[in-house]
């Protein structure tokens, strides 16, 4: 048997974790990982260590059961390997307090798995999270005339400051580039 590269190694562990999660087997997953840890970017969170990763993997497939990655394009680097998919799932049970709205999402995110030797020592992942929460029906696209009159009712006072700065750089005869007030 020949020695398969650091790279294709890197790539073998990283397309088992991705496929073991879709299995929903979960200890299988923590085995790619040196030491269990996620950033997720968009949100501010870390798990870190088996027992913090494995309340993560409890708390998302309750929500959403069918939760799934679509693989579409890999990338190496030095340390890692870093992979573009579509995360997709069904909103089916309670989550942080939300209750299941029944609709799916589908939503394109990147993840950096980084490496010591050929495990996994991060996998940090970044995404939208308003992508994912208009899908669901928990938001709503600032640029509609819904999202705008929902940002009204949420936001008044930061609105009412933007307006009337606009105002002010009116009467000052300077006209503030984009926005939509």
């Known amino acids: 048997m020949t020695d398969v590269s650091l790279r294709e190694r890197r ?40 027992e913090q990763v494995s309340r993560y993997y409890e708390q998302t497939r309750t929500a959403f059961p069918d939760q799934r990655n679509e693989v579409i394009a890999l990338h190496h680097a030095d340390d890692g390997v870093i992979v573009e998919f579509d995360l997709l799932g069904t909103h089916l049970g309670s989550f942080r307090g939300v209750p299941p709205t029944g609709r799916a999402f589908r939503c394109r995110m990147a993840a950096f798995f980084l490496f010591s030797g050929d495990r996994i020592v991060v996998e940090r992942v970044y995404f939208d999270t308003n992508t994912i929460l208009r899908q669901l029906g928990l938001a709503h696209d600032p640029l509609t005339l819904v999202g705008r009159l929902a940002t009204a009712v949420t936001h008044p006072v930061t609105l009412t400051s933007a307006f009337v700065r606009r105002l002010r750089h009116r009467e000052a005869g300077a006209e503030p580039s984009g926005g939509w007030c």
Do not use: W
Not at 36 to 48: F, K, M, N, Q, S
């Open 11 to 50: 790539e073998a562990v990283v397309r088992e974790h991705m496929e073991s999660e879709n299995r929903h087997a979960f200890g299988e997953t923590l085995k790619t990982f040196e030491h269990p840890r996620y950033e997720l970017i968009a949100t501010g969170e870390v798990h870190d260590g088996e």
